[in-house]
């Protein structure tokens, strides 16, 4: 690849053969990443500074008496790698092998079992069986607080939990207290990781199962769990997250990689606040005026009553809405001729910001698409809880649509006056109670959707659990209304139904699905773009 | 705090050239040279070395006043980093208290700004740091090669005999603690033992009663 263009600014070497240009002063490691060759580590963390410690990333390198780390050693010109020669490959077995010394091999009962490094790196290129004969150590079990139990026998001191707390958390509570043989990770005595709102990462980042999480502790196997690639609705970051599901419950949360918002990282409220989307307690049917009915004749009826209403239309959202959902309620009601939206959304007071990676805040709005609502020009009402502010809906005699927000604040009379009101929501709550048609949708978990975060990133998410009985996106609800209302083609997907809502909306410009990819794309003219 | 009796300082290390290999013991014990050892252990050649151990020690000691809050800002305005000034500041609290308690290693944290687990870390890194408290007299009984072979497992095992205690024990009086020592760098005249600041060399297992004689005296 060779070119006369080629800048002094990047070097040329051999990795295996393969001839790799990467930027001055890019590691071995990186530069065997960039052409797709994993070099197995552990220490190295892209996140965190590479102390080359564990011994397992040394490779050979032609000339060299002695093998380099491939994580510290950067690539020079005309530099010869080999990762799978005799050497480096004898370098790893040996390597692994003192790694097993101690460690108990209790992978039945790990849960970082299936996906735990130490496991994958012995398959591949351990010895079939160790020679040790010497009793291991044994350490036993530290609760370190918050959401984090350490088994201290199954720890290599990779120490990636240490740099972590130090440099990306600054919020040292951890150590390797003792040496040698003794090392051990540990916090000051009982002061534990208690209160420290990005811990959790570290349960992440652990390459093998020392670090484990007590919530989900002997929940599921790895390989049991299905993985889709998702955000984060705890707050208006938007931290991009993976959707960890078994039998159609959500068992975990995990951050994914986004250097735009979240990098490798998410805290723990974001972590911890998944329950609610297994609740049980959901609207199946669609029911009209507390009788069960199929789609088509809801729907139809409702459209019939719809036409004939003669009263105001008011409708009220919540900040869970996706922008599709929140697009399709603003034009159906500027063809119904309705007054503005009004949305709520609980607030908490200042940012809880991640030193190491400021990008990354658990921010002050607590749901995550409050940016879409504001760029779609929605009314904000209610207090820091998200209650209140919603009197005059109370009491509207005309049509009243509400979308997503359960309402639990109301009382049992909210909309029992209303000459329509139509209930979009996944929960049956008091005050649906009252409505005329209650049409059940999914949860951002069960559907195709974005949302805006507070920089104004429109990001993607995917379906990762089964919707219950027949619910549905609240995009498809509104986007057939709105289409058999207006007489034009109805969505037949996420994609089509963003295309429909970016039309009327500058901030979303020309943004499709496709450029959102599964990072997210920036809206056009977002000002006010919070952390950069 | 008392002033141990001070010691002329008389560098007993030079053994001379012995010119063959067929030595007696004495020879090889240095005796020839350097004549008996000062029976109240000698001054070490390394006396800078923290930590400095003193017989007296008071757990309660404030961190730091007086003289030792000189020593402190000193030590403090010798670096830039405060972490570099963590060793010292370790060793003075470990010679004004005798070992450094959690209580202890918190104080030094908050007093460097720097946090406690970062200390623990440094302060169980070393082994000359005491993480339990240790009697008046710590004595470090050095089993290193050339000690081992001029007997010192005898040694040590007669120091744990005659102060009854096991290894790394207090003795009941609270006078003396024992333990094994690597290379105490005395090498030219085993055994070499350290009671807390100052090195007592060529002990032999019968010499042994009476030092820990003269040290309870010295105590009392």
Not at chain 1, 3 to 12: E, G, I, L, N
Not at chain 1, 66 to 83: D, F, L, N, S, W
Not at chain 1, 98 to 125: R, T
Not at chain 1, 277 to 289: A, C, Q, T
Request: hydrophobic fraction near 35%; glycine fraction near 10%.
């Amino acid at each position: 690849m060779m070119t006369d263009q080629q800048s002094p600014q990047t070097v040329t070497m051999r990795i295996d053969g393969r001839e790799v240009t990467v930027p001055t002063g890019t590691t071995i490691l990186r530069a065997a990443e960039s052409v797709g060759i994993e070099i197995p580590h552990y220490c190295y963390h892209p996140g965190l500074s590479s102390p080359a410690m564990c011994r397992l990333c040394l490779v050979e390198v032609e000339g060299w008496p002695k093998p380099a780390p491939a994580c510290k050693t950067t690539v020079a010109e005309g530099q010869v790698v080999h990762i799978e020669s005799e050497m480096a490959q004898a370098q790893r077995t040996g390597v692994l092998e003192f790694y097993l010394l101690n460690h108990p091999l209790d992978c039945p009962i790990c849960d970082q079992s299936g996906e735990c490094q130490l496991q994958d790196y012995v398959f591949a290129q351990g010895r079939e069986h160790g020679r040790g004969r010497e009793p291991k150590r044994v350490l036993g079990r530290d609760d370190f607080g918050g959401d984090v139990l350490f088994n201290g026998d199954r720890c290599v001191m990779c120490t990636r939990c240490v740099r972590f707390m130090r440099e990306v958390a600054e919020d040292e509570r951890l150590c390797v207290v003792e040496r040698g043989n003794r090392a051990v990770i540990d916090t000051f005595f009982d002061e534990g990781l208690e209160g420290s709102p990005f811990a959790g990462n570290i349960v992440d980042i652990c390459p093998v199962g020392a670090l484990v999480s007590k919530d989900f502790l002997h929940k599921a196997r790895a390989w049991d769990l299905d993985r889709t690639p998702s955000v984060c609705p705890s707050c208006s970051q938007g931290c991009n997250i993976t959707l960890q599901t078994r039998d159609d419950l959500v068992q975990r949360l995990k951050p994914r990689e986004n250097m735009d918002v979240n990098g490798w990282w998410m805290c723990d409220f974001g972590r911890h606040n998944y329950e609610w989307i297994n609740r049980v307690d959901r609207v199946e049917e669609p029911l009209v005026n507390g009788e069960t009915q199929g789609w088509p004749e809801a729907l139809g009826s409702l459209l019939g009553r719809l036409k004939e209403a003669k009263g105001e239309v008011k409708a009220v959202t919540w900040a869970h809405s996706t922008n599709e959902e929140m697009g399709l309620l603003k034009a159906m009601m500027e063809e119904l001729g309705g007054s503005e939206v009004v949305y709520r959304s609980p607030r908490t007071v200042g940012e809880l910001q991640l030193p190491g990676f400021p990008l990354l805040a658990r921010r002050e709005d607590l749901a995550p698409n409050v940016r879409g609502a504001e760029i779609l020009g929605f009314t904000r009402v209610g207090d820091e809880e998200a209650e209140g502010g919603l009197d005059d809906l109370a009491t509207h005699k005309g049509v009243l649509i509400v979308v997503g927000d359960p309402l639990e604040d109301q009382n049992e009379n909210f909309g029992a006056q209303a000459e329509l009101f139509i209930y979009l929501g996944s929960y049956l709550s008091k005050v649906a109670g009252n409505a005329h048609y209650v049409l059940p949708t999914t949860t951002f978990a069960e559907q195709e959707g974005s949302y805006t975060n507070v920089q104004g990133r429109v990001q993607r998410f995917w379906p990762g659990i089964r919707s219950p009985g027949s619910a549905r996106p609240g995009w498809l609800i509104l986007g057939a209304l709105f289409a058999e209302f207006t007489e034009t083609e109805a969505p037949i997907g996420a994609d089509q139904a963003f295309v429909q809502v970016a039309k009327g909306v500058p901030e979303f410009g020309e943004i499709t699905y496709r450029d959102m990819g599964t990072r997210g794309a920036p809206a056009r003219k977002s000002a006010g773009v919070a952390g950069d | 705090m008392s002033e141990a009796r001070r010691i002329p300082f008389n560098n007993p290390g030079w053994a001379g050239n012995t010119g063959e290999f067929q030595l007696t013991e004495a020879q090889v014990r240095g005796d020839e040279y350097v004549g008996k050892r000062p029976p109240e252990g000698g001054h070490p050649s390394g006396t800078s070395t923290y930590p400095y151990m003193l017989a007296e020690k008071d757990p309660e000691a404030p961190l730091f006043e007086g003289a030792y809050q000189e020593r402190f800002e000193k030590i403090r305005s010798r670096y830039p980093d405060a972490r570099s000034a963590l060793l010292p500041s370790l060793g003075m609290a470990q010679e004004l208290r005798g070992h450094l308690s959690p209580e202890t290693m918190e104080q030094v944290a908050q007093l460097l700004g720097l946090s406690p687990a970062y200390v623990r870390g440094v302060a169980t890194f070393y082994t000359m740091y005491n993480k339990r408290p240790v009697g008046r007299f710590l004595i470090q009984v050095c089993t290193n090669i050339s000690c081992s072979l001029c007997g010192g497992d005898d040694v040590l095992q007669a120091f744990l005999n005659n102060t009854g205690t096991e290894m790394g024990e207090t003795s009941e009086d609270g006078n003396f603690t024992v333990m094994e020592a690597e290379c105490l760098a005395g090498c030219g005249f085993p055994t070499t033992v350290q009671i807390n600041s100052r090195y007592y060399e060529n002990v032999m297992p019968k010499d042994v009663p009476e030092i820990l004689e003269r040290l309870k005296a010295q105590g009392e």
